[in-house]
């Protein structure tokens, strides 16, 4: 059975930075595309970044985070510097995609990001 544990999530000042982590477990995950997603209070859930062979990253944090993995450990992580209240959100691992920004099948349960101004 494959699960998605995220974890690195917490509170956090403006400008500061936090590094999620998606542990995958009942699968190996190398070289397919892993995601990043988040989703706010009262809003859509919506995509932030994907890793395949290439990178891939919403507009709205282009520059400001960053994707890697570590195939060795089936991890996914995500970087995030100069965080802004709007990233406040949960923001979901999820992996096996029909595209790079839709179409997961596997979902963490999501870790919680609060950035204070």
């Known amino acids: 059975q494959v699960q998605l544990v995220e974890s690195g999530g917490g509170l956090v000042q403006a400008g500061g930075s936090l590094r999620l982590s998606c542990a995958a477990s009942?699968?190996?995950?190398?070289?397919?595309?892993m995601g990043w997603f988040r989703q706010a209070p009262g809003k859509e859930r919506e995509f932030v970044s994907a890793?395949?062979?290439?990178?891939y990253y919403a507009d709205s944090v282009k520059a400001r985070f960053t994707i890697s993995r570590a195939d060795a450990k089936n991890t996914v992580y995500l970087q995030m510097n100069s965080l802004k209240p709007d990233d406040t959100a949960v923001y979901y691992c999820?992996?096996?995609?029909?595209?790079?920004?839709?179409?997961?099948?596997?979902w963490g349960q999501g870790t919680q990001v609060t950035v204070s101004s």
């Open positions: 890793i395949s062979g290439n990178t």
């Open positions: 009942g699968h190996t995950f190398y070289s397919e595309t």
């Open positions: 999820a992996a096996r995609p029909d595209t790079i920004t839709s179409g997961y099948k596997y």
